[in-house]
């Protein structure tokens, strides 16, 4: 048929009159604008304030995206290209305005629109709440690999949850601790969500599976919940492709109890509606660490059979074989979390689909893909096997044949190797026996990937080691991750972005979907007009962030110092207390001082953002004691124009859009070999900040791509830790001893420079006694390094720039385009599907 | 400034050029649906249903009601006239789109509009849901109102609650019973509201209140929930007004408990939740019976707090001093359930805007004024004092200071008249004591009244008799209730609209709005050409009505028999009892006769139609006796085409506009002095179909209007009803006596014919013992009715259609645009405010 149809119903040519296009002329923007004011805000100009302009100008934005939103949906529905879904419990979007308009090239025209209705569009952008649907890292790079989907015009889905509060929002308390409040992004109206009430699957929990033979079996009873389906388009930037994000929410498949509500029992009546809907109700803030809650467990089968019951019912209506369900349909697990997907399509093919058992498994392996996020024991998700029957008996009894037919193969392979049977086993023995669920994702997948080289390497040789010798090597792979250059170069930093356009020559839409023209700028860094251009408009993103801070938290900052960013989840193994010893070290070194030789020093800000999880207690404690060394670095007339620190509350997307492109030098400096990637060190380092950090995840292909003379490296290697660690559990040796440098700033705290004491006892002792994460080791090298980052800023600032210009022109690499398109090639075998309009 | 206001912000040229007007054309309509096909909902004409294109048409009609709602808000903003409130605890909208394109004027354009789409106007208008955010005829009162105030051009707005469940839906068992289903009406999305995320207040439960001298007090701690306003446009017919419905729906205020959650305790985590969001989540479902429930009290204050605080913010825009706030403000309390806002509005005059009590007391009594509804003892709401010092301890307060204050008044007017003291105090003693709420809201309003000449005389001389004699009889006034002609003549019944159009030669814009000029169809009635036209739309009507029993029931009726409809709630004093055993006395003799006697009866259709409260024990009897009737007549070849039963399940406002224009004749038969009103008996006399009925509420003056040869009465008067039951009580006579044609029915009973008997034994005897609603009085002169209902119908059906056409022709003063002007000029004080566009 040509893609031509016949049309479906009515006057083709009525409708067709009144399909909308996206309008591009300023007068047509406020004429959409200003209808979404009168019309669906029923306001006016009288009583419209910033908030009501955002969602008309929100709305209007949303129409433009649905023009291509609906052509791309219903190309794909036509031509039936293979798709990929990539099945994430977390996606941290931030805010969507300023890069739907940055994607769909209209902001410029969408500016003098606001202009001319009496807003001022930046005002507006910074109106939206955002969408805080992760916890760090992870739900990031999924955002990230989405809008690299859309751009590189893949059919590439997300499917996750839709939360109805978002990770929490952080204050400070008075004595400094952290302080969680709610986050109910919902609670006014999202116009970045597209509502599917006719989209909806029942999921089942609890009830009973009674096995009828033939590896099939029956379940019944239990609960049932309703999934209704909420759209977010994902544009791509300069191209027609608007891809799919869809959330899953929960709804009572009943609902309210009018019996109960009769008999006067509210509490009861809603009982069901409660139960369904605190399912969709909060994103875990947990971060790096496994939950044993029933509530999550049932928040990941509920997203996966969801998604899955998507999936096919997408996937029948291309009335094909099932054997060709992965010639349609690619599925990559990011991390752990979905991996009850995969006894889940073992359930729907073999119980209700009557495929046999052996060729579901084998469809379910072709379809799979599973990227495994982290290394550290804690945050390997392990079910207990009681609370998986209670809640997915039918899914614990599938567990359970794929893991005995499984360990029949692993016997072949190697007869009467009990050790091996039992690492290997999906279920590990113990009180309770709990199901391994990264050796579930791994053999029910094509591919396991890592994240960076060098933590690929690690799943290969640690936790993963005995299923590469099962399954050969092949099927364990790098992709190392990558960052979207469209949010984190040309929407956060616009002047650098326009500038790099000028310089290499190359239009936006050419070099932003292919990084590696950034080579182009190589050659100026040897221009001085240009590094005088390049270097005003850092100190230009400087002071914006000064201005930030100023505003927002009352701290006075000066740009012309060092501006020194450390922005992460708080936690122990990334060692925001190694950064923050260091700043005490350096305080007691200027008080040491003498005014003469303070004149000489650096100036520095040290700034931190992060959130630690409600229930992480030390990493609650760090947060404390960094307010407190800030205030009271802050109230020491010695430091002033010295040494600032300065804590930003409630870290967030938006708010790294304003940190990141302020940034001298950024610190990422975990201990070697916990942080399996980071990619906020990418963001930095396109930004032109120089790293300070360890040799760990991507920090090493970074050095290896911008030369290792741009990046200051310190700290014990991966190889060492073990040993250090074998070490300081059997021969410990004092701090005192150790890192005399270190001791005094212990002894500091200890003393009660900070506050109590007794509070921060806890924190000390964790490096007095263990110290697990080696800050003791690399205390004296992580100084050096500072002192060299001191050195290199303050001796020669042109040849700093130069330093910035070239990570800038070598970090091509670490677009997520690049690494979206190994999966698309080497994962999913999707291919690119242009949309034509 | 003539109402030219400076263009508040922005380019006027531009927000000018786009603010839309009401597109008239088809083209600009199509558009306007089209539009909302692919962008608001984001779908496409292949993918499009009925409820689809029904949501697209509705959006486009809502587009259209904010333009003209918008410039009614400016312009009521701009004047400020004196206002109007109309406070209701229920709303009984129904179905809104047809209404709402019959209002605008645009139905024939956007009938031609979906057909060029593809879609049938009628079906799409048949996709709605009905806001079924009321019980009965109190509900549909207060809807009838609104739309009166609109035509009538009045600058008058409503106030009730958001309730996300509407009445339950009605099914019935297969036993016959009535099960209730809960009606989550909004779960699909809702077109007809908009949400004012901005527009909040905090209302406090519970806490402490503490005195502070000169009757001032502060009140604190407890539970705050939000109230936050949804707004429902209101369409005047053929005119540019547009009023505003303002529903409150609760919200937490703090909301989500973290802290909570984080423990693992999800139930506790959404506490707040659910103990704010319950506040709006049912509407009670109950009629004429008292609720002793505490969220009930709740809901009552909640509303009224939030109503009060928008009425007050408005008023303070004005600028006046409070002296002048009842010169800017009526208060209209439809029944007793908002009584609450009197000490609520004293409350904050005298606690928060520090006015001296007497003064706030007379601004108090100035603005508002209490309808009547009911003087059934049941019905008339009391709250027990511990209750309300529990939920509301200032305005238990509040009420205690009024009631001392006025029975000091009593008191110098009557002195030691302790048993008047007794009987006219706002408490009533007893255990617990009780807040008897008419008697506050009689003293707190300026004016009382009844909803119909017998009705407004019952509470004059029954349970407000005290207070006539305290007061004076001017205040203790009649406003007879009143439908409005656009739904219950236009909207429901088209063909007939249109014949009166054509024969009176007004146009419908003006008499629609001036019922009055029905009169004008008086002399067709001898018309035999005219005579056949009306009888055909009637004929007509009873065949869609077959249609719909048939398509929906399964039930084959035939339209030439007598539709025989009684609709309304289910109630022991509505005696829908009555009509049963008539059926069933009727069906005996009719299995008496000969078959040649039963070819000369009267065919009959029986239709009943209505919910009983679930609660309600023997209401529910007497709807699964209905039902078994229905079937055993059904099952019984004699009757076929002689006698048809049938129970419509699920009545609600849009079935009554189905049911209403096909009836010959319906029956309004409660015991004398119980019905208020009534006015689905104004509805069914509208449209043609003459009334069986007691001496009882509006039945009365009806009568008067259409001549009593018109109307078919029966039954004791309300004078004999005290005495009738004190012989019932103390001088009992058997039924057999008194009655044997009854007692004929009720053995039949009881010798189950109609299923097992000991089911409906409680049900006979409450008729055999007691007889509180004197069926047995009135049995034999309700047959006798009946017969003359059937000879008149039979023996010369041209002088029936002459009956009917009179009957029209005399309706005039049963529109509510009459009651709502004498409410409007005698009571509020308000102007006819015209609306310029």
Known sequence: KDGKEIWPRGDEKTWKAGIRGIPTSVSDITNAIVYHVQSTLARQAYNLDNMGAYQAVALSVRDDLIVKWNETQMQYTRKQPKRAYYLSLEFLMGRTLDNALLNLGLKQQYKTATHKLGFNLEDLIDSERDAALGNGGLGRLAACYLDSGATMELPLWGYGLRYHYGLFSQHIAPDGSQLEAPDPWLDTDNPWEIPRQDVTYDVRFYGHAERIGNGKAVWTGGQEVLAVAYDVPIPGYSTNTVNNLRLWDAKPKRGFDLNSFNAGDYDRSIQENSSAETLTRVLYPNDNHMLGKELRLKQQAFWCAASLSDIIRRFKQVEKPWAEFSDYVSIQLNDTHPTIAIPELMRILVDEEDVPWADAWDITTKTFFYT???????????????????????????????????????????????????????????????????????????????????????????????????????????????????????????????????????????????????????????DPIFRKKWALIKHNNKKHLADYIKTHLGITVNPASLFDIMIKRIHEYKRQSLNLLGIIHRYLTIKAMTAAERKKINPRVVIFGGKAAPGYFMAKLIIRLIVNVARAIDADPDMKDILTVVFVPDYSVSLAEILIPASDVSQHISTAGTEASGTSNMKFCLNGGLLLGTVDGANIEIAEEVDSNNVFFFGHLTDAVEDLRHQHKYHPIAVDERSPALAAVLKEIEGGRFGDASVYQPFVDTIRTGDYYLVTDDFDSYVEANKMVDDAYVKDPEEWTKKTILTVSRMGKFSSDRAIMTYAEEFWNIEQFPIKM
Chains 1, 2 share one sequence.
């Not at 390497?457 to 010798?469: A, G, K, P, S």
């Not at 020559?505 to 979907?513: D, E, F, I, S, Y």
């Open 372 to 526: 495994n996020h982290t290394v550290l024991p804690e945050a390997l998700e392990k079910w207990a096997v009681p609370l998986i029957e209670h809640v997915l008996p039918r899914h614990l009894q599938i567990i359970y044949d794929i893991n005995m037919s499984f360990l029949q193969a692993v016997e072949r392979k190697w007869p009467n190797d009990r050790d091996r049977l039992a690492r290997m086993s999906l279920i590990q023995e113990g009180e309770p026996k709990q199901v391994r669920m990264a050796f579930l994702a791994t053999i029910g997948s094509t591919k396991v990937n890592g994240v960076a080289e060098l933590h690929s390497h690690l799943v290969r040789e640690t936790i993963l080691r005995d299923f590469v010798d099962f399954f050969g090597k092949s099927k364990f792979v790098n992709v190392t991750n990558g960052v979207t250059p469209r949010r984190w170069l040309d929407q956060c930093n616009p002047s650098l972005s326009n500038l790099i356009t000028d310089t290499i020559q190359k239009p936006k839409a050419v070099w932003l979907k292919d990084l590696t023209l950034l080579k182009g700028l190589e050659p100026f860094a040897e």
